[in-house]
């Protein structure tokens, strides 16, 4: 039962243009949602969090939306630089649970 | 900054061996949790434990079983091997459970033959 979807496998910016990657899912007790960054032969790296009493926030290039009546949550990444290449994680817990859910990644890959 | 250590980093098992993998968490965290990855898959939450209990429990198999010791390091001991237990195996850790986000170690990738 895959209830944190990342339905997009990979997407290719140019440097200094903006990423948005996307995320969906399911479960409505989910509160609190992440997003984790992974190069490879390396354990994921946390990037940015959000709480689900917020719709945003913003950490230097890096701000997440959350649209809790979509069920969707995005992160954006502007200005990209090639160093972001990485494959990208967008993962999500209930209130009193250490079960985090994570989606399957979107390869991110910016182009010089 | 220390970080999360995983040993080994590589580990080779037949079918039907056992196996223990072991993680040492980030001092003064006292929470950890286990995640297999799968080929092409994402990360599957395993098991957790703070304080030296069992907090949470995923998709962990029987044939699987952890703990955590009183310096807080960890170890997932696997039993009776199968091919399907081959994949990437992180650990985590956090000073508290679900304070923000976890710091992940490198895994140990298992490869079952």
């Known amino acids: 039962d895959q209830q944190v979807k990342q339905n997009s496998p990979s997407l290719s910016v140019q440097e200094g243009r903006i990423s948005i990657l996307n995320c969906d899912y399911t479960?409505?007790?989910?509160?609190?949602f992440l997003w984790y960054k992974k190069y490879p032969a390396e354990g994921p790296t946390f990037l940015i969090s959000i709480s689900s009493i917020k719709d945003k926030n913003e950490d230097g290039r890096f701000t997440v939306f959350l649209n809790k009546s979509a069920k969707h949550l995005s992160l954006h990444i502007v200005p990209s630089q090639p160093g972001d290449s990485a494959v990208y994680f967008c993962a999500a817990r209930e209130a009193n649970n250490n079960d985090m859910r994570f989606g399957a990644g979107t390869r991110l890959t910016v182009k010089p | 900054a220390a970080g999360v250590i995983q040993s080994p980093r590589h580990l080779i098992k037949e079918k039907r061996e056992t196996a223990t993998l072991k993680c040492y968490p980030i001092p003064r965290h006292d929470t950890v949790y286990w995640y297999q990855q799968g080929p092409g898959q994402d990360p599957q939450f395993l098991i957790s434990?703070?304080?030296?209990?069992?907090?949470d429990k995923g998709s962990i198999p029987d044939r699987f079983s952890a703990q955590q010791f009183s310096d807080y390091h960890s170890e997932l001991n696997m039993s009776s091997l199968e091919l399907g237990d081959s994949a990437l195996y992180f650990c985590a850790s956090s000073l508290r459970p679900r304070v923000d986000g976890y710091t992940f170690g490198s895994g140990t990738r298992l490869t079952v033959v």
């Open positions: 479960n409505s007790m989910f509160d609190y």
């Open positions: 434990f703070y304080e030296k209990m069992q907090s």
